[in-house]
Nanobody, 122 residues
Framework: VQLHESGGGSVQTGASLRLPCAAT????????MGWFRQAPGKEREFVAA????????YYSDSVKGRFTISKDNAKNTVTLEMNSLKPEDTGVYYC????????????????WGQGTQVTVSS
């Protein structure tokens, strides 16, 4: 099983980035998917999640209204669209797959990607 994130980079405040996560070895139609991020010296924190069927989405208060998570089960991908980026959005972004439908706790995720770095400068 592999999850592969891409699309990270260094941008300025207010810019946008699109982070795709492609899965192999599992069918994302059976998994809820989440995005978490981790800044240096901090714990991994929840950013957004989407249910296995793609009908329910969840966001942290810090990104609500700026980020959008979407899922394409046919392409086995999940994408995080990030707009109006802020320096506090800086971190390594990870996508994860889980089956218990709790979404907010990283401990409930079964699989993780290797992460992609997002750096937002002021």
């Amino acid at each position: 099983v592999q999850l592969h994130e891409s699309g990270g980079g260094s941008v300025q405040t207010g810019a946008s980035l699109r982070l795709p996560c492609a899965a192999t070895g599992i069918s994302l139609s059976s998994y809820g998917m989440g995005w978490f991020r981790q800044a240096p010296g901090k714990e991994r924190e929840f950013v957004a999640a989407i249910s296995w069927g793609g009908r329910r989405t969840y966001y942290s208060d810090s990104v609500k209204g700026r980020f959008t998570i979407s899922k394409d089960n046919a392409k086995n991908t999940v994408t995080l669209e990030m707009n109006s980026l802020k320096p506090e959005d800086t971190g390594v972004y990870y996508c994860g797959a889980e089956m218990v439908e709790t979404y907010y706790d990283a401990k409930d995720y079964d699989y993780w990607g290797q992460g992609t770095q997002v750096t937002v400068s002021s």
